[in-house]
Structures are given as C-alpha cells and as structure tokens.
C-alpha cells in the first residue's frame, strides 16, 4: 500500500471501529438496566435493542446511493450526525420510548456502504481487496471491545453516561473524517462497491445469494435475542455485572480455538457445506442449553462459549462466501442486500425477543430460537460451495472501448475468465476468474 492507502484504511478503519462500538456497547449491559425507564416492558425492551436494526436495513442501500449524488464526506457526516443526535435524545431520556427513539436515529445513520465507497475512491485496484479486509476487521474487533468494554463502563457509569459515550464516539468519527481522511480526486458509481437499484430484484432471487442472506439474517437474529436473556441470565445465576467481561473475553479466545480449524477445513479441504450445516447444528445445540439448563450458571457459561464459537465462524465464512457468489459487476449489489439481512435479522431478534421473554420467559424464548436454527438448517441442506473463483477489476483500453459490447466476447474467452460484466459508463470490465489459469497482463 502506498502511504495514503495506508492514511485511508487506517483512518476509515477506525471510524468503522468507533462507530460500530457505539452500537454495539449497549448489547452486553441495556436489559440489566431496561426496567428503570419508564414504559418498559420485556418487548419494548427488546424493540429498544434491535431498533437500529430497522432503520440500518432499510436505508443501507439509500445512502450508498446518496453518496453516488452527493459525496462521500457529505453523506457520512449526514450518518454520524444522525447517531450523535440519536445518542443524546437516548442518553436524556426517562422512558424507554425515548430511547427506542434514540436508537432508531442511531441506526438511521445507515453509512457502511459511503465507507466503503470512500475506500474505494481512494484505493488502487489491486489493494482493494486488503483494504476491505481491514474495514471488516475492524467491525469484528469493535463487537469484541464493546463485550469487554461494555460491562467495565456500566460498573463506572450509568446506563445514560453509555450512550452519551456512543455520542462521543461519533463526535470522534466526525474528526477523523474531516482531519485524517484523504479527499478522494474523483467519486461515483462503482459496481464492486455500490448498489445497482435495477440488479436489486436479480439478486434477491439468486438462490445460493438468498441462503446467504437468509442465514445472516437468522444469525443476527439470534445474536439479538441471545443478548436480550443472557446477560440476564448470567445476573441471575450470581455473576455480578462488572464481571460479564470475565464470562465474554475467555468466551471470545476460545472461539479462535475452534473457528480456525473449521475456517481451514471449509476453505483449504473444500469442506464448506459441512463447515456451515454443523455450524448451524452447534447453535441449535447452544439455544437448548439455555432453554434447559438457564437456571444453572456453569452451564450458561459453557453455552456462551459455544455459541462465541459458531458465531464467529459463520460471521467469519458468510461474506467471503458473498463475495465469491455474486455474478461479476454485483459484489457491491449483493454486499447491500446481505448488509440489509443482517441488520433486519437484528431487529427481529431484538424485537422477537423481547416479545417471547415476556410472553413465556426464558425457556419460551430460546425453543423458539431453537427452532429458527431447525428451519436454518432445512434450507441450508441445499447449499453446494462455490467454485473457488476471484473477482478482477480490469481496466478497458481504448482499443477495448471501442469494440464496445463485444469487448465481453473477447474478455471471456481469455484463460481462465469464467464470468465478464462490462461497464462501458465506469471503463472497466468486472471478471471472475480462475487465478490458478488466469493471466492478469493478458486481461
């Protein structure tokens, strides 16, 4: 990387990181404190916490297409403006409407895809692939650090002294934007990052695509309603608050013990089916732990351990498997409509949750869940991995630009090409390719 690609992953990186970490700081320790605000019952409990979800899947694609129009820098700091104002109303608020409120414009601060096309203006073809690995490590670390990190705070602060914190987390992000990040010299619509609303339809009824889509939605579905009962669980079993970090950190290091043989074996032994379907067992397996043993704290612990290692797996497994999926020109497409299902699966959880922990209490709530992973499985059965294809971004020469449409012809048939989608508008032909028989100088 030159040195104002490293300025930008670095600084975009970051912003990721603070950003992500104001959403997600609230999951470990909100349903310990959701009873003192005024109105709350276990479903407005649950709305609260997966709220952000709604508005982030509904407006995902919105604002990746905004900053098509208006900018990058502009549009982002439209996402963090609207976080910070969420963050303030939540962190004043007595009733548990006002922090619903709150974390609705939280989430309406829809900005992932303007990061990534910001990144993508910034970045040499061949460093985007690195660059968008550090961005997604960086939400990773900020689930870690806000598990960890959540329960220090709440033992210092309150629960409004939280959100006022996310406010300042945004408040960060904003300065890194306008003081670290580079301008970029041009911006617009690039396929391999930003949402084609007429492929839109194409893509949610690609099958392979929908079970991605479907299967981070059931994740996320159940990573909300986990956090709906487990940290209450835990509560209740005599572990204090301030020491959840000590349940999670252990949880988290020993996920690694066990997602990097799984990776390993899904990737490099083409083992990919059997890596997803036995995940999705091992979390079935996880939510009838909590639905039968919830009065027992030993095995809680073992149960969160469990479920950090299946989570972290699938979260781990589900994007590259997006990448690899999309038909050539749509990986910005596709990564939209996958983001949008992960953010509604956590207000479904959030929500849902809420509304099955106070209809019939824990054991109700994690059958349910159960079940979902029973359905999960069902059209996970289907699922063939894809051949192991790489996305290539080619640059079109004028001689190339001149053949016009029937540049595609020659394109693929170079070796190795399996797919081509040229864009004439951008000058670049989108190819997945066989990197074992393909030739980049010959494309």
Known sequence: MSPLERRTALSLALIYMVRMLGLFIILPVFVLFAADFNNSTPFLMGLALGIYGLLQAVLQIPFGLLSDKIGRKKTITIGLLLMIL????????????????GRALQGAGAIAAALMALAADLTRDEQRTKMMAMLGASIGLSFIVALLLGPVLINVFSISMIFWFTAGTGVLALLILHTVVPNPDS???????????????????????????????????????????VPVLMLNGGLDKADHWQVYLPAMLLSLLVMVPMIIAAERYHRMRMVMLACVIGLFVTQLLFALLSGTLFAVLIAVVMFFCFLNTLEALLPSLVSRIAPAGSRGGASGVYASSQFLGAFVGGAGGGALLGAGGFSVLFFAMACVCGLWFLLMRGFQAPALLSSH?????????????????????LPGVEEVFVSIDEGVAYMKVDKRRFQPSAG
């Open 86 to 101: 969420g963050s303030v109303i939540a962190a004043m608020s007595d009733s548990i409407y006002g922090v619903i409120l």
């Open 393 to 413: 971004r080619h640059k079109l020469t004028e001689r190339e630009l001149s053949l016009g449409a029937d540049v595609s012809v020659e394109l693929q048939n």
């Open 187 to 229: 911006s617009g619509f690039r396929a391999d990052t930003s949402a084609k609303v007429a492929s839109l339809g194409q893509l949610i009824k690609h099958q392979d695509l929908r079970r991605l889509n479907v299967s981070i939605f059931f994740l996320h579905t159940l990573v909300t309603a986990t956090f709906v009962a």
